[in-house]
């Protein structure tokens, strides 16, 4: 008895998961054929697209059509854009649009887009058939197959066939039968076509690393102008505090050295504020070499800095550490002061009551997660400070990803590369 409670169990089983291999695999032959059906749409555009491209060329040599054709390659880009978001939600990856400022006519995407459009406006429209037509002629060679009886003189299939005799509905089935299994294939023309369109209409390599190389000079020039505002603080905080207060401890000693013979409790007194200025030039020299470089980051490392810093938060805040230590030490200032101005931030303008501080990554990447329940709606436009956490971020070749919905909970990434 009970062997055969395990033996119906396990049949049972099996199928249940025929049943679900069998129900998702026409939900991805349905899902195909929709995009098919659609790509015959675009497919149509991209004809329409070809002709009035064709259509300006031949105006050129008459000098009507030269001031048209930049515009005209403009409004070809719509249905190429169409397309390029299809694929990119058919193959679930993001393709960025590959165009540069100035002319298309000398833009190297325009000829990967001329590229497309032909190829689509060939492939497209054929493939929507098929895809509508085999389902369609499959339901036509089973009814036919099972109907011709009853209509005098047989019935004609979609193949052509007139069927007028058992074997040769036998033969119309079987028929149908190949053309429903032919179907199963949708999937896979459906990726080719999607794969085809990410190939022809992503960034090619050149763009990559002309944008890379851009990317690079900016963030150069953002690291520079950034060094250079930091000397310039350093600079002023030493000028205008511990420089004066120094200058002061000079002058005060310098009188005191005069009335040292004739005034005896005046120079006590000054003395006494000499000290009393040499000590808070001290302080600030002290508050100025933290800014450089944290002395907790020397004293406990870049996990120990951070829950320092949460411990002094207003803010609750809750601190997980996983990530490898022996970091570059100037990766560790920069991940100590993005935490820094991210609690200031949440603080200041978040309303948030607890706060998750998430420090991980691999040996050659540090990520950083700062995660807080209040009101969300953060925007680097409204001078949060989220825009001197990205220039810091980018000073290291690094990424800063925010997501912050009206209402929260607002989500601080930073990714840092180690350069190992």
């Not at 102008?225 to 310098?254: K, N, P």
Request: with cysteine; glycine share 10%.
């Amino acid at each position: 008895m009970e062997r055969w409670i395990r033996g119906s169990a396990s049949t049972t089983a099996g199928v249940g998961w025929d049943t679900v291999a069998v129900t998702t695999r026409l939900r991805e032959c349905w899902s195909a054929a929709r995009y098919l059906l659609v790509g015959a749409g675009t497919s149509l555009l991209s004809i329409f697209a070809l002709v009035g491209l064709l259509a300006v060329l031949l105006l050129c040599p008459f000098g009507v059509g030269i001031p048209s054709l930049a515009p005209a390659i403009k409004l070809a880009r719509r249905p190429v854009g169409i397309d390029r978001r299809r694929a990119a939600r058919r193959l679930g990856e993001a393709i960025p649009e590959p165009y540069r400022d100035g002319s298309p006519l000398k833009d190297p995407a325009t000829r990967r887009d001329l590229a497309w459009l032909a190829i689509h406006a060939a492939t497209g429209m054929l493939l929507g058939a098929v895809a509508i037509g085999l389902p369609l002629g499959a339901v036509q060679q089973f009814v036919t197959a099972f109907v011709w009886p009853a209509v005098p003189g047989g019935l004609e299939g979609s193949l052509g066939i007139v069927v007028t005799s058992w074997p040769t509905a036998a033969l119309c089935f079987v028929s149908g039968i190949a053309m429903a299994a032919a179907a199963l294939v949708y999937p896979r023309v459906a990726r080719w076509q999607a794969r085809t369109a990410k190939r022809l209409l992503e960034p090619g390599p050149d763009a990559v690393l002309a944008d890379r190389v851009a990317e690079l000079t900016a963030t150069r020039a953002a690291a520079l102008e950034a060094h250079g505002a930091e000397l310039r603080r350093i600079e002023r905080d030493l000028h205008d505090g511990t420089q004066a207060r120094i200058a002061a401890v000079v002058l005060q000693l310098g009188i005191a050295g005069q009335l040292y013979d004739r005034d005896p409790a005046t120079v006590r007194d000054l003395l006494v504020k000499a000290q009393d200025t040499a000590t808070d030039a001290l302080a600030e020299l002290r508050t100025v070499v933290r800014s450089i470089y944290p002395p907790l980051l020397s004293e406990r490392g870049l996990a120990g800095a951070v829950r320092a810093l949460a411990e002094r938060t207003p803010v609750p805040a809750a601190v997980t550490v996983e990530y490898e230590t022996g970091r570059p030490a100037a990766v560790e200032a920069a991940a100590y002061f993005v935490v820094a101005e991210a609690l200031a931030n949440i603080t200041k303008h978040a309303d948030a009551s607890t706060v998750d501080i998430k420090l991980g990554g691999t040996a050659s990447l540090l990520t950083l997660e700062i995660r807080d329940d209040g009101r969300g709606g953060a925007d680097e436009q409204r001078g949060s400070g989220l825009a001197g956490i990205r220039r810091r971020a980018e000073a290291f070749d690094g990424t800063l990803t925010l997501t912050s919905p009206p209402g929260g909970p607002t989500v601080l990434r930073v990714e840092l590369p180690c350069g190992s």
